[in-house]
């Protein structure tokens, strides 16, 4: 199973917003609404941060967003923090896998 | 507060055989199905492994099937992962994570442990 597709780096200044969109298939991404996004610190482990394609998890601030489009989904960062600065992996329920991670987006914030 | 900590990482030869433990606390962890997902050095995230809340339905990535167990212990709170046959390229930090799904599809991990080091090497 091939993992989705995510850029590899990303960044932005202090309150700016970015996206990191994350691109799959039909089978995957585009079929089911069960995208869900992590952050990763480095030496921590991942922390869920979106999930069903939209939904944030209680704790988690309202400047994280995710949508769906077709088969890309995206995660929108606004009014970026200096402790946004991490890496981010999208994961997708897939009709064959049955899951899989996108290969990690280095978030920089500038 | 939900808690999941690892155990049983180490250094072990290729070829040699691992078991992994998962230890929950902080909620009922027969109603959750649990996974594990391991990170190669400098690597993304790859999902290894899960096991529905029952213990009776259980999947592999194709890089670990035929080589990895899974296996859980409703009672003792604990997830297990038996890895045989191990290769170079398994190693990597192993994170066991809880788990949502409905009808043995998984959706999203809501809770990770904090990993433990698998290095196989001569």
């Known amino acids: 199973q091939s993992a989705l597709t995510q850029p590899a780096s990303v960044s932005g200044s202090p309150g700016q917003s970015i996206t990191i969109s994350c691109t799959g298939t039909?089978?995957?991404?585009?079929?089911?609404?069960?995208v869900s996004w992590y952050q990763q610190h480095p030496g921590k482990a991942p922390k869920l941060m979106i999930y069903?394609?939209?939904n944030r998890p209680s704790g988690v601030s309202n400047r994280f967003s995710g949508s769906k489009s077709g088969n890309t989904a995206s995660l929108t960062i606004s009014g970026l923090q200096a402790e946004d600065e991490a890496d981010y992996y999208c994961s997708s329920y897939t009709s064959s896998s049955p899951l899989v991670f996108g290969g990690g987006t280095k978030l920089t914030v500038l | 507060q939900v808690q999941l900590v690892e155990s049983g990482g180490g250094l072990v030869e290729p070829g040699g055989s691992l078991r992994l433990s998962c230890a929950a606390s902080?909620?009922?962890?027969?109603?959750?199905?649990m996974s594990w997902i391991r990170q190669a050095p400098g690597k993304g995230l790859e999902w290894v492994s899960y096991i529905i809340n029952s213990g009776g339905t259980t999947y592999y990535a194709d890089s670990v099937k035929g080589r990895f167990t899974i296996s859980r212990d409703n009672a003792k709170n604990s997830l297990y992962l038996q890895m045989n046959s191990l290769r170079a390229e398994d190693t990597a930090v192993y994170f066991c994570a809880r788990l949502r799904g409905l009808l043995a599809a998984p959706y999203y991990f809501d809770y990770w442990g904090q990993g433990t080091q698998i290095t196989v090497s001569s």
């Open positions: 039909s089978s995957d991404v585009g079929g089911y609404n069960y």
């Open positions: 902080g909620f009922t962890f027969s109603h959750y199905y």
């Open positions: 069903d394609v939209s």
